[in-house]
């Protein structure tokens, strides 16, 4: 991997201060999006990505190091897809090319089916069609559970989510680095709200729109995903036009497991 620099920064949007992460200050926009973690999944393919292109990792409001908090009316796959074409345009980004993990994947569909600024698409162990909510996230919309969970509760799920996540042994440090939002209350209700507004009606009602868009898309999948089988991408690539698969070693954060190969399946779609 390279050792170019990824650095941290903020933007406000909508009058709240959004955290990510760049590396990369020269060549195409490439805008990533996380789903039920936060922009760290994107951190291991950051700094051989941003050596051909300006990458920005964002952290959804009430994720990770963004500021702000999501109610389950905030938190529906249209509003986030509202606040990332806000966080375009207060980072001067036109158009741009897009890659979507978990949920993330699902507001990055609504982004390149709907705004027409998405010049090439990267799907990673994406949501698609009816394949979520799972239902260690479905049982959120429950408003009796989300008031019984707390910080520890939280973050002792998280940890647990994460490790089956990742086909390698994570270090404990690694955990801890992944986990390391939940301790904020407002980060723990942020992401019960994007659990109680998760619903497949998002993906499955933009089918016809993503196939008369037609956007170039790739996707990029850790074959051994417990959360987004690996048969929801090869639908995908039956149905949706312009679209292949890369598959690669790994599990639901394939970044962590296959960096390299997600690397270079990225690289090789964002190529003139």
Known sequence: MSDYPVQRKTVQVNGTALSYLQAG???PPLLLLHGTFWSRVWLPVLPELGTRARCVALDLPGFGGSGGELGPRTATVPELARTVLAAADALGLGTFDLAGHDIGGGIAQHVAARSGRVERLILMNSVTFDSWPVPAVERFRDPDVRASVGVEEMMAARAETTRRAVARTLTEEEVADYISPWKDPARVRSWMAMAAAADARYTLELVPALIKAAVPTRLVWGT????????????YVAEIPA??????????????????????AILDHLAP
């Open 243 to 264: 679209t292949d698969l890369v598959e690669v070693p790994g599990k639901h954060i394939p970044t962590e497991d296959s960096p390299q190969q997600v690397t270079a």
């Open 224 to 235: 051994e995903d417990d959360f987004q089988k690996v048969a929801f991408a090869r639908r």
């Open 25 to 27: 200050d020269e060549g």
